[in-house]
Structure formats: C-alpha cells, structure tokens
C-alpha cells in the first residue's frame, strides 16, 4: 500500500469505559483523517462489513487499535460470543501496526487494580515488561486517560508515511512524551518560588505543593497542544493527575505524596539538589506572586 492510498483500521475495545474512542471522534478535523483512513471495524459505528466477516477474512490490514486493559481470561472478557483472546490473536497476526490507546491497553490502567495476575496491557503490566504478549515488535503505546486525539492521528499518519518513530522505553512516542505536562504550564514561576494555590479552581499559585499535581513527573505535551486548542487540567484549576503514565491511577490522588514533609522530587531532579534550591526559594518571599493569591481569594 503507497501511502497515498487510505490506510486500514481495525480497531478492538477490550475491558474499557470507552473514552479513548469518545475522545477520538472529537477530533476535529476528522474529514481530513477521513481521507487517508478507512475504519473497517469499530464497535461504535456501523460499517459496511460484518464483524463475522472481518475476523474469518486472511486479508491483512494496517493499523490494529486497542482500547481498554486486555486478559486471556475468557470469564472475565468476551466480544461477539467469541472470547477475547481469540479475536485479538487472529487480528494481530494480520495487522501492520498495533496501536495501544489510552493507559488501559497501554499499562493496564484502572482494570489492572482488579487483578494484576489476570489483567494487563499489551507489553507491560504496569512498569513490568510482559503483559498480554511478553513480546511484541509492532506495538505503539500512546497512554493517556483518555487519549488526546491528536496523539493518535499523527503517530498514525507517520506511520502511514513509513516514517521511523523513536519510542521510548514504554513504547510511547517521544516526540508526544518526551516532554513532562510541567513544560507550558503558566504556573510555573509560582512552582519555582514555591507559591501554593490554596483551593482547587484558583488561577493563580502552584498545583504540586498542595494538591497533588503530577505535572513534574508526568510525560505529555498537554500544556502545549492543549485540550480542544483551548484549555487544560492545570489551566483550569486542577492537578494534573499523570494518566499517561505506567502508574496511572494512584491512590490519594489529589493529595501531594511526602517525605519527611518534603514532597516527591520532580522528574530528572537530583533530591539533594531540589530540596536545597527549594529550600531557599520558599525564604523569599515574592510580594508580586503572594498579592495575586490574595486578590483571587477576595
């Protein structure tokens, strides 16, 4: 197939609330994606082939989708009157690509919780190695809770393109995460002199101190590309809660994690290093910054 021909999507829904497919068909331009794809199969939307049809064919075809956390557990899941381990093994054989999306079939997500020993994502069952396949070399993780959508689209259509994608060591793509959620964010001068947001919804002060954001230590371009171009968690008040990463969900999760009353350390920041500049920062105090806080409270 060139890549000027639409590419072919099958896309699977394993144990999963079904907001990575909403999500992707809220993307906007998806007249555009439209006509470089074809969804032959989606449990969501009526096609012109029976699944029946689509799972008894030999015919091979691009991109395998996932969504939601998988099991050989045929007890616990089942699709069509077929267990689930049978479709998603006779589909896999036949597809170019197999795209993890969303933190479930990534990681195992919220599912995993139930039964880790039964419950996983494709290639890792949390940070572990080995999930549903213990190898694989076709698999793509874009982790998230759910997906942005254009994640999706445009590791799809660099794939389309055959164009090399570097991963990282979850498989995730680093062009999308090798940036923290934390890059972007316009709270960060309050982050660095250590100026806390009081109550959730403030526009003004830090999320981490307090509230539990997971900005520092999560992989994702949020804070760039933004939701709907227009907004984010952090923009909004709220905490970033680090769904696209291995350890997504956590327990507390809009409670800031401690030790020793010091909180956890930002990604790729020596503790010694943190704690010392953070230690200094908190003496100053920057009227400017304090006077905001004041001014949204009143």
């Known amino acids: ?3 000027k021909e639409k590419s072919s999507i099958i896309w699977l829904q394993g144990l999963t609330c079904n907001g990575n497919s909403h999500s992707f068909l809220n993307y906007p331009s998806m007249e555009s994606f439209s006509s470089s794809f074809t969804i032959l199969f989606h449990p969501l939307l009526l096609g012109d082939v029976s699944f029946d049809e689509i799972l008894e064919s030999n015919e091979t075809f691009d991109f395998l989708i996932l969504e939601g956390a998988l099991t050989r557990d045929s007890t616990l899941l089942q699709r069509f009157n077929y267990p689930f381990s049978e479709i ?3 589909l896999a054989s036949r597809a170019k690509y197999i795209i993890c999306a969303g933190s479930c079939a990534s990681f195992g997500g919220i599912f995993r919780l139930r039964d880790e020993t039964k419950i996983s994502g494709a290639l890792f069952n ?3 190695k080995g999930g549903y396949w213990s190898e694989k070399k076709n698999v793509v993780n874009i982790p998230g809770c759910p997906l942005h959508p254009q994640w999706l689209v445009e590791t799809l259509l660099l794939l389309k393109k055959d164009e090399k994608i570097l991963l990282d060591e979850f498989l995730r793509p680093k062009e999308i995460f090798s940036y923290l959620v934390h890059h972007g964010c316009l709270r960060n001068e309050y982050f660095e002199w250590k100026v806390d947001s009081k109550q959730l919804g403030e526009k003004e002060g830090c999320l981490f101190y307090e509230h539990g954001c997971q900005g520092p230590m999560t992989h994702s371009n949020c804070n760039k590309i ?4 227009v907004s984010s968690k952090t923009r ?3 905490p970033c809660l680090g769904c696209t990463e291995f350890d997504f969900p956590k327990k507390a999760l809009f409670e ?4 020793m009353s010091l909180p956890q350390t930002p990604f790729g920041i020596s503790k ?3 704690y010392s500049l953070a230690g200094i920062a908190k003496s100053f105090k920057i009227e400017r910054l304090e006077r905001k806080l004041i001014d949204e409270d009143n």
């Open 226 to 229: 933004l939701w709907n171009s």
């Open 272 to 274: 010694r290093a943190y």
């Open 1 to 3: 197939m060139t890549h």
């Open 236 to 238: 909004a008040g709220s």
């Open 256 to 259: 800031t994690h401690t030790n």
């Open 126 to 128: 949390g940070k572990r």
């Open 88 to 90: 998603l093994d006779r």
